[in-house]
């Protein structure tokens, strides 16, 4: 692997493509690490340090997660990705309800660009919405929850000017997040917005893993570090797993010429579905808990509904929220899987060409056969997900003894830096396969 990389930057326009997304992504991360005009820096590292830890956190913990602890800070790239990431899967759905968004995804390339400009006009409504959400909680004191908003506030002054200040800041910075992650994809290696997740998640691991080694000793370090790699492991060989099911195309004459008689097969992965049912109920869950601290009084006590939400959905590790989560996560896996992949689609697709699966019957009998087999794929995986999400949620007392302590090798991020990490050198080893090296794999 090691010769590999060596000859990735022997080549000039690979080690141009490589050290381009490098830079890439030290801006982005410089970005995030910015205040935002008009934020208090030192007033909000004051309220982190005072809420180290706190139930405060985990309202937006998934998008501080996909920001890389920048949503905290209130900073320029606050938001991170995750308004795009949002836009994307609602225009994805979208596609399947509205008839014209399925006719631009028919289209091809044009299609493609529309959709993409499509997405871009709803991450920055949706970014709109979000900062000035973030914003309303930090003026009111609920986003660093046990900070005394009065002697550390985030935005001092708290004029409309100011907040609307912040919330433009936000909403530019997502827009040249977008910008950066559109560069790397066309100048760089890899998708460019999966890589800038992998990024701000990655860069919160050494901070996670110190807190895991100051708070529990060196004996759980070692353990978590063990446990980290067999999670790992795990997560790759799912991630790989698919089952292939074959496919033979009948002989042909066109003109002159035969075609056909080839024989390939159509992989259907184990998690099909990837994070996104992930993504999805982790969103729904903390929509109640946001509803709560947006709703609720700093002087008034707490109605049924927000006792109720503290009880059982807000605490990360109590076993209603563990078990919600679960059962949200596998039902989310079947209905991504439903909406994203069509049996008959693909089954009409190989009868136009002439392919035909080996003992099924071309048309409606393939199509029934699809169905069957990602119905019996799609339970393990959607066990898989959900087994793999939860993991954070079971072992939290195990990483730190603060009540909202991530996990640092489980759930989501284990899942997306592994999707994007092998993504990404599967397109590396692509590179070098054209140009006659060996690659990673021998």
């Known amino acids: 692997m090691l010769s590999a990389f060596v000859s990735a930057f022997k080549t000039p326009d690979l080690r141009r493509k490589i050290l381009f997304t490098l830079g890439v992504l030290a801006l982005y991360r410089v970005g995030t690490t910015l205040p935002s005009p008009g934020v208090s820096y030192s007033n909000i590292q004051q309220c982190l340090r005072t809420v180290e830890g706190g139930d405060s956190q985990s309202i937006y913990a998934l998008i501080n997660l996909f920001s890389g602890g920048a949503l905290l800070q209130l900073s320029v790239f606050a938001l991170g990705i995750m308004p795009y990431i949002t836009a994307s899967i ?10 014209r968004f399925e006719e631009l995804r028919k289209e091809g390339q044009s299609g493609q660009a529309k959709m993409t400009q499509y997405t871009r006009y709803l991450t920055i409504a949706l970014a709109i919405l979000q900062s000035t959400g973030i914003v309303a909680l930090a003026v009111r004191g609920n986003l660093f929850a046990g900070c005394d908003n009065n002697l550390y506030p985030a935005i001092p002054g708290s004029s409309i000017f100011s907040m609307v200040v912040v919330v433009i800041s936000m909403t530019a910075g997502t827009a040249v997040i977008m910008w950066l992650g559109e560069l790397i994809t066309d100048r760089g290696i890899g998708n460019g917005m999966s890589l800038l997740i992998f990024t701000s998640i990655a860069a919160r691991i050494p901070a996670e893993g110190k807190a895991v080694l100051d708070s529990r000793g060196g004996l759980v370090f070692v353990l978590v570090l063990v446990a980290a790699l067999v999670i790992i492991a795990s997560v790759i060989f799912v991630e790989q797993g698919q089952r292939r099911i074959p496919v033979q195309y009948a002989k042909r004459m066109v003109g002159r010429r035969m075609y056909g008689g080839t024989s390939t097969y159509l992989p259907l992965k184990v998690n099909q579905a990837g994070v996104i049912p992930v993504i ?127 996990f640092p090798f489980g759930g989501t991020a284990v899942l997306i830096m592994v999707g994007v990490g092998l993504d990404t050198v599967k397109q590396i080893e692509s590179q070098l396969m054209q140009r006659n090296y060996e690659g990673f794999l021998r």
Request: without cysteine.
């Open 90 to 99: 609602i225009v994805q759905l979208l596609t399947v309800v509205i008839p």
């Open 280 to 406: 999805f109920a982790s969103s729904l869950l903390y929509l109640p808990n946001l509803l709560s601290q947006l709703t609720r009084s700093s002087t008034a006590a707490p109605n049924v509904w927000q006792r109720f939400i503290n009880t059982y959905l807000v605490s990360p590790s109590s076993w209603s929220y563990i078990a919600l989560y679960f059962a949200l996560i596998v039902f989310f896996t079947y209905f991504y899987v439903a909406i994203t992949f069509n049996p008959e689609e693909r089954a009409d697709e190989m009868k136009k060409f002439g392919g035909f699966i080996p003992g099924i019957r071309p048309g409606r009998p393939t199509a029934e056969y699809l169905s069957f087999v990602l119905g019996r794929i799609t339970l393990p995986g959607s066990l898989y997900l959900g087994t793999v999400a939860v993991l954070p949620n079971v072992f939290l007392d195990l990483g730190s003894s603060s009540p909202s302590q991530n």
